[in-house]
C-alpha cells in the first residue's frame, strides 16, 4: 500500500486547507484511516481518525476545526482544517491500517502564520 499526501501550503491564521491522500490498492486500504501531524520539535500526534463504520474522532486540540472523510470511489483519504492556528504548523501524514500493518504516507507541510 502507498500513500500520497498532498495540499499542504502556507496559510494565515483563521484560513482553511484541506489536506489530501491518495492510497494505492483496493477500497478495503481505507478503512481504517488517520492523519497525524507532526510539529517543529515535537512527537507525531494523532489528529483525527475514521474507523470503518465511519465514526470519526479528534483530540481537543483540533475538536470542531479539522474533519477527516474518504472517498471510496477514488480511494481518497482527506483532512478538512479550518479556523486554522499558528500552532497547527506541522508536518501532516495520512495512516492506513490494512491487513496487520500500519502504511504512512510521506507527509506534507502546512505552515500557519500569524
Known amino acids: 500500500v502507498q500513500l500520497q499526501a498532498s495540499g499542504g501550503g502556507w496559510v494565515q491564521a483563521g484560513g482553511s486547507l484541506k489536506l489530501s491522500c491518495a492510497v494505492s490498492g483496493s477500497a478495503a486500504t481505507i478503512r481504517y484511516i488517520s492523519w497525524y501531524r507532526q510539529r517543529p520539535g515535537q512527537e507525531r500526534e494523532w489528529v483525527a481518525r475514521?474507523?470503518?463504520?465511519?465514526?470519526?474522532s479528534y483530540p481537543d486540540s483540533v475538536e470542531g476545526r479539522f474533519s477527516i472523510s474518504r472517498d471510496y470511489a477514488k480511494n481518497m483519504v482527506y483532512l478538512q482544517m479550518s479556523s486554522l492556528r499558528p500552532e497547527d504548523t506541522a508536518v501532516y501524514y495520512c495512516?492506513?491500517?490494512?491487513?496487520?500493518?500500519?502504511?504512512w504516507g510521506q507527509g506534507t507541510l502546512v505552515t500557519v502564520s500569524s
Open positions: 495512516k492506513t491500517y490494512y491487513r496487520g500493518s500500519d502504511h
Open positions: 475514521m474507523d470503518p463504520g465511519g465514526s470519526t
